[in-house]
Each structure stands twice: as structure tokens, then as C-alpha cells.
């Protein structure tokens, strides 16, 4: 069972479902089923910033020195600590650094607005988190 979702503010973005999201996975891991939580890049914070990072690519044709600040969240660390059966993928894992995350792959601006990724973006944050991670799904071939 892959969930993902847009948990851009933690679960009070989603209301009352972080007991449904608990259940779910309970229920899940009780069943024998493989959990996967896929996490979300993060985000600009604004358009502001994001029409920075565009005004710049455009004036510069570069974004070496662009980063925007990461977005820790104790939900991660939060679930994986309760169910420690699940799978997370968390794309920042390779993004961030140091409390900044970049905004490209190289030289490749991995944004299509503020809060989502391209197709090319999608595509290199991928290959990347692989060489770095390795593949996290690899544990569901045994």
C-alpha cells in the first residue's frame, strides 16, 4: 500500500485524519501488507520566492547559489518511529543539506511552480535518490 498525500502543514492540514491515516496503516501492517509512505519535495513557502528562483534562472541562466529552506517535519520521524515496518521515501533526504534544499539537479531546475516538481525534475530526483539510497522497494522482491 503506497500513501502519499499533500501534508504540506503537517496533519492538521488534513483535519481529523491522522487517526484515519493511523488506522490505515495499523490496519495494514496487521494485515501483512508492506507500507510505503511516499513524502512530498519540499516547497517554495510562496510565489514570491519561487518567481525569485525564475527571475534569476532567467537573468543568469543559473541557480547554484538558490536554495530554499527546508521543512523538517516531526511527522516523518513521528511515523517511522511508531510503525518502523513501513517503507519512507523521502525525496528530501537527497535535496536538503544543512537546513537548505536545493531547487535543481544538475543545473536542471526541478520546479514547476512553488510546490511541484516537473517532469524532468521528477524524473533526476529519482535517479538521484536511487544512486544515493539505493532502491527502497527492493525489500518487497524477497
Known amino acids: 500500500m503506497i500513501l502519499s498525500a499533500s501534508w504540506a502543514n503537517g496533519f492538521p492540514y488534513l483535519?481529523?485524519?491522522e487517526q484515519d491515516i493511523h488506522r490505515t496503516i495499523e490496519y495494514y501492517i496487521n494485515n501483512n501488507v508492506k507500507v510505503i509512505i511516499l513524502w512530498k519535495p519540499n516547497f517554495f513557502g510562496g510565489a514570491?520566492?519561487?518567481n525569485q528562483a525564475v527571475a534569476q534562472l532567467m537573468r543568469t541562466k543559473t541557480l547554484a547559489?538558490?536554495?530554499i529552506k527546508d521543512q523538517p517535519t516531526k511527522i516523518v520521524a513521528d511515523l517511522k518511529e511508531k510503525y518502523p515496518a513501513i517503507i519512507l521515501i523521502n525525496p528530501n533526504d537527497v535535496l536538503c543539506r544543512?537546513?537548505?534544499c536545493d531547487v535543481q539537479i544538475d543545473g536542471t531546475?526541478?520546479?514547476s511552480d512553488q510546490a511541484h516538481l516537473n517532469r524532468l525534475g521528477s524524473y533526476l530526483l529519482g535517479e538521484k535518490y536511487l544512486k544515493v539510497n539505493g532502491n527502497p522497494l527492493s525489500v518487497l522482491l524477497h
Open 109 to 111: 531546475f526541478i520546479y
Open 15 to 17: 483535519g481529523r485524519s
Open 65 to 67: 547559489d538558490f536554495k
Open 48 to 50: 514570491r520566492i519561487y
Open 98 to 100: 544543512d537546513g537548505e
